[in-house]
Antibody, heavy 123, light 111 residues
């Protein structure tokens, strides 16, 4: 059974870089059928897609975050990562990782999700 | 790209049916009948309950159904149960390979 688990610091200072990793177990991240995505949810608010990455390195991002986001895959460790730079308090959120299909009509089919990790931006 | 529009809250009694709307534009919901829907209980990760507009993943109750008319997608829950009390989010492919947008979410109360 596929499982995803986010890991990373729970506290990041303003202007610094938020870095998270999603560890994938139960399936290979090198599957040609899937992309691996990041979604966040500020406390008490709705969901926002951040971006997605393919094992071969292809990426695509939410235009509103594109200038600050990078994602990557480490096939040797079966995990993928998110970096968000120049963070502010507005980036405080629960960050989720999730898998979705590689066809265009599957790019909103996020399943399964990790449990999420709260990242607080504060000095 | 703005978030899809959902009502902030809906409510219903056990056994009743409710519908949650998700309004978009001709560039997203109206162009691609591949809206997905997610259920989120407090403190938990979202769970996929509808994909590609109308399909249910294995294990999801057939009390959940979805449809689309024009630029608006809808999720219907029939035979409401207490366990259905949760937040619901729609999610659409938005006109280019590089964009996914969510609705603002709807809180369902089962009275």
């Amino acid at each position: 059974q596929l499982q995803l688990q986010e890991s990373g610091p729970g506290l990041v200072k303003p202007s610094e870089t938020l870095s998270l990793t999603c560890i994938v177990s139960g399936d290979s991240i090198s599957s040609r059928t899937y992309y691996w995505g990041w979604i966040r949810q500020p406390p008490g608010k709705g969901l926002e897609w951040i971006g997605s990455v393919y094992y071969g390195g292809n990426t695509y991002y939410n235009p509103s975050l594109k200038s600050r986001v990078t994602t990557s895959v480490d096939t040797s460790k079966n995990q993928f990562s998110l970096n968000l730079n120049s963070v502010t308090a507005a980036d405080t959120a629960v960050y989720y990782c999730a898998r979705h299909g590689s066809s265009w009509y599957e790019n909103n089919r996020f399943d399964p999700w990790g449990r999420g990790t709260l990242v607080t931006v504060s000095s | 790209q703005s978030a899809l529009t959902q009502p902030a809250s809906v409510s219903g009694s056990p056994g009743q049916s409710i519908t949650i709307s998700c309004s978009g534009t001709s560039s997203d919901v109206g162009s691609y009948n591949v809206v997905s829907w997610f259920q989120q209980h407090p403190g938990e990760a979202p769970k996929l309950i509808i994909y590609e507009g109308t399909k249910r993943p294995s294990g999801v109750s057939n009390r959940f159904s979805a449809s689309r008319s024009g630029n608006t997608a809808s999720l219907t829950i029939s035979g409401l149960q207490g366990e259905d009390e949760a937040d619901y989010y729609c999610c659409a492919h938005a006109g280019s390979r590089s964009l996914v947008i969510f609705g603002g979410g709807t809180k369902l109360a089962v009275l």
